[in-house]
Nanobody, 129 residues
């Protein structure tokens, strides 16, 4: 049973930073894509950043240069370092995982939520001005 548990959310003033963590358990695939998504009230879910098992990363234009996705394989943990936060970054943030990395990369859909089979419960990020 794959479990993803996010943590690290909170409230921060605009311009500040937060680091989100997603601890994975029960995931036995050697090849994978891991991603962060977010959803604000009344808005569609948005892919934020993704990383594959070879270390390749991709970012949404809205966070490029401000957010950094990384992983610690020894700790089975995915991170999202968020700097220069803006009020529009306010959302529930979710991590997601899937093992079909070859297919996902071939289709160019690393930031599309429909390809991911496993999801965490989310952690709230609120950025106030």
């Amino acid at each position: 049973q794959v479990q993803l548990v996010e943590s690290g959310g909170g409230s921060v003033q605009a311009g500040g930073s937060l680091r989100l963590s997603c601890e994975a358990s029960g995931y036995t695939y050697s090849s994978y894509c891991l991603a962060w998504f977010r959803q604000a009230p009344g808005k569609e879910r948005e892919g934020v950043a993704a990383i594959d098992s070879r270390g390749g990363t991709t970012y949404a234009d809205s966070v490029e240069g401000r957010f950094t996705i990384s992983q610690d394989n020894a700790k089975n943990t995915l991170y999202l370092q968020m700097n220069s936060l803006k009020p529009e970054d306010t959302a529930m943030y979710y991590c997601a995982a899937d093992h079909r990395v070859t297919t996902i990369q071939a289709l160019g859909v690393m930031l599309q939520g429909w390809v991911y089979d496993y999801w965490g419960q989310g952690t709230q990020v609120t950025v106030f001005s």
